[in-house]
């Protein structure tokens, strides 16, 4: 990459990894279901000035349904039954594992040897995450945040069936799926707290944060994405989302005092390892463990 477009790699996974510390903030003035279409009602304000994307009414309402409205609203929900920020931003990427294994039982393209070996390692971490739940970690936000990469893996699949499509374009057509659903069932099922009576009410922490989720973990997020994925191989380019954990995790530890354990901390590190295993070629993961080795015969 350039080194113009590594910054914007890197600006990228400032975006995605800010979302969660963000998300955090942004439910303590909206619920999880207001919180969702409220996110998309600002991602999707552009849609007069972007054409439509190869794809039908269907396709799209299928890919802003799981992709956005399912995962980010399980999401949400994770957060209010005491899934952490930071424990949040790394088990989200579980869905590089289940896209790998969705695309094998509904597109018959199998993981290759590395693939598992780097989904066993990944699902051991998560093990090791899971077996810290019952204090702050809380075993019903750990199973929604898993319903969310799941969710997430579900739209990712919809999206390869499309072929080669904008990625931009796709973002901001498919985010006009949640608001609506989202926002009436929250008048039907939160009386006692309206969308109007919590925005009049909100901090400006979480009308920063909401804006935040919307502009900059939305549009920016993918539009960047959009254009790395159009400039550079997918294999150069995937990688890149891993930095999105490592930003989430220093900010939640930073901004809102999350602390992890050594188990935990084990268990995530295993998580990204296994990440890398997979979205990493070989040769890479050799060169980066040879570098670590010569630094370490230095010191």
């Keep these: 990459m350039t080194p ?3 910054s914007l790699a890197a600006l990228m996974s400032l975006c995605w990894g800010l979302a969660f510390v963000a ?12 919180l969702t279409g ?9 849609v007069a000035f972007v054409a439509r994307p190869q794809a039908s009414w269907l396709e799209l309402v299928s890919i802003g349904a799981t992709l956005f409205g399912a995962q980010f609203l399980l999401l949400f929900l994770a957060f209010t039954q005491g899934l952490p920020p930071g424990v949040a931003s790394v088990t989200q990427q579980i869905q590089a594992m289940f ?8 597109l018959r393209e199998f993981p290759t040897p590395r693939q598992w070996s780097g989904m066993t390692i990944a699902f051991a971490g998560l093990a090791l995450v899971g077996w810290t739940a019952g204090t702050d970690l809380k075993p019903l936000g750990l199973a929604l945040g898993l319903a969310a990469a799941l969710s997430w893996a579900t739209g990712n699949l919809l999206v390869k069936r499309l072929g080669k499509v904008q990625i931009f374009p796709l973002v901001v057509w498919a985010s006009l799926v949640p608001p609506l659903p989202m926002l009436l069932a929250s008048s039907l099922v939160e009386t006692e707290r309206p969308l109007a009576q919590a925005v009049a009410r909100a901090s400006w922490q979480s009308v920063g944060a909401v804006l935040h989720l919307g502009l900059l973990g939305t549009l920016a997020g993918y539009g960047i994405w959009g254009y ?10 995937a990688p890149v989302s891993l930095m999105a954990p490592c930003v989430g995790m220093t900010a939640a530890a930073l901004l809102l005092g999350e602390r992890f354990g050594a188990l935990r901390l084990g268990g995530m590190g295993l998580i990204l390892l296994g990440l ?17 080795a ?3 015969e230095r010191v």
Excluded: H, N
Aim: with cysteine.
């Design 4 to 6: 113009r477009d590594v």
């Design 23 to 34: 998300t955090k903030i942004a439910l303590e003035s909206f619920t999880p279901l207001q």
């Design 38 to 46: 409220l996110r998309f009602l600002i991602a999707c304000a552009p």
């Design 99 to 106: 896209t790998v294994l969705l695309t094998a039982v509904f």
């Design 228 to 237: 790395l994925l159009r400039r550079y191989p997918a294999a150069v380019v």
């Design 276 to 292: 890398a295993t997979i979205l990493l070629p070989v040769r890479r993961i050799q060169g980066m463990i040879a570098l670590w």
């Design 294 to 296: 010569m630094r370490k």
